[in-house]
């Protein structure tokens, strides 16, 4: 099944809109993270700037691959992104949890981590993903005419 590939800007529109709401979210979520399980202020990976700043570039990385993916093959590019972007996520997902295993295993830039933080860290790999995803595969719904 073909799939209407989206327009180069249409692409970086919704991703650059993504970046934003998933930025905003995972700030939100790691603030309230940070409070819940009462990580040490020097536990970088919660606190308001590197969350953003990396949920940005992360989120450019996906639109970027999206694009390439959309511009070199018409047979369902979307799909093609979703596994991909899912696969990728869930790798992402061995940081976190291999924190968690041995909290002092952190690097000494990313600060004292706790358990409890590290866990906290698993929505932040999960929201830019889906963010992304829902963003580039949305189509507006076609309604027939209605004569």
Do not use: C
């Not at 694009?67 to 979703?82: K, S, V, Y």
């Not at 295993?105 to 409890?116: F, H, I």
């Amino acid at each position: 099944m073909n799939q209407t590939p989206l327009a180069t800007k249409a692409i970086w529109l919704r991703g650059a809109a993504a970046s934003a709401i998933a930025a905003a979210i995972n700030v939100i979520v790691a603030a309230v993270a940070a409070v819940a399980v009462n990580a040490s202020p020097t536990f970088l990976a919660l606190t308001p700037g590197p969350v953003a700043f990396l949920t940005i570039i992360l989120m450019a990385a996906g639109t970027l691959v999206y694009a390439i993916i959309n511009g070199t093959t018409t047979r369902r590019p979307d799909r093609w992104f979703a596994f991909i972007a899912t696969a990728v996520a869930l790798v992402s997902l061995a940081a976190p949890i291999l924190l968690a295993i041995d909290p002092s295993q952190a690097p000494e830039r990313l600060g004292v981590a706790s358990l409890p933080a590290a866990l906290s860290l698993i929505p932040l790999h999960l929201v830019p993903a889906a963010a992304l995803i829902l963003a580039l595969r949305w189509r507006p719904s076609r309604r027939p005419n209605e004569s």
